[in-house]
């Protein structure tokens, strides 16, 4: 199994202000994940993170409001830009390799407040 | 991905077997079934699998219906660590799928002692 660790745990922010978060694998990974999480509700896709390529994103999600980098196999960072208050969530790392019989590991989440 | 139904919550004893129904009637032949669960305040965490057969494994078995059009995720002797929300997803075997999962809204388990 992939261990997943993710900085920072949270935050308190501004609005207009941005944050990165960190996603740190302790094993080479084909595919790299970063999801949502808002208050109470279940998680949203936000991109899939593309090593040496620009990052695929879900419907609704854009790379100027959630840019991400993926430099190599074990590392990845998600950009909040611009942040508002709707931005208020948990945003959660996973990797996994390809194919279904590959399960996904989930980093433990950074919390985000945006005031 | 086909689409997953689950009851939005259950409450179970502990020490007792936990039976958490999931229908998925639009499956299709290359769809696989995943559980996973998040415990508050923490990510998810993969529970177990399948395809067609019954499956187990130290977490759980997973039973599938013949039709594959439902599932039921048991946890045998469900402990007080074991309440957390239940995500039962269906995803296509394809590379060109990738490995992403579609959330749905789980079933919030909650063990009672």
């Known amino acids: 199994s992939a261990v997943i660790s993710q900085k920072p745990s949270r935050d308190i922010c501004q609005r207009g202000t941005s944050l990165t978060i960190q996603c740190q694998v302790d094993s080479q990974v084909t595919m790299m994940f970063w999801y949502r999480q808002q208050p109470g509700q279940s998680l949203t896709l936000i991109a899939t993170a593309n090593q040496g390529s620009e990052a695929t994103y879900e419907s609704g999600f854009v790379i100027d409001k959630f840019p991400i980098s993926r430099p190599n196999l074990t590392f990845s960072t998600l950009t909040v830009s611009n942040m508002s208050p709707e931005d208020s969530s948990i945003y959660l790392c996973?990797?996994?390799?390809?194919?279904?019989?590959?399960?996904?590991?989930f980093g433990p989440g950074t919390r985000l407040t945006v005031l | 991905d086909a689409k997953t139904t689950q009851p939005p919550s259950m409450d179970c004893a502990e020490g007792r077997a936990a039976n958490l129904p999931c229908n998925h009637s639009?499956?299709?032949?290359?769809?696989?079934v995943y559980w996973y669960r998040q415990i508050h305040s923490q990510g998810p965490q993969y529970i177990i699998h399948g395809l067609k057969n019954n499956e187990t494994n130290e977490m759980a078995s997973l039973i599938i219906t013949e039709d594959r059009k439902s599932s039921t995720l048991i946890l045998p002797h469900a402990t007080l660590r074991d309440t957390a929300v239940y995500y039962c997803?269906?995803?296509?075997?394809?590379?060109?799928?990738?490995?992403?999962?579609?959330f749905g809204g789980g079933t919030r388990v909650l063990v009672k002692p």
């Open positions: 997803i269906v995803r296509v075997a394809l590379p060109a799928a990738g490995n992403k999962l579609t």
């Open positions: 639009t499956i299709s032949g290359n769809e696989y």
């Open positions: 996973s990797a996994g390799g390809q194919g279904a019989y590959n399960e996904q590991f």
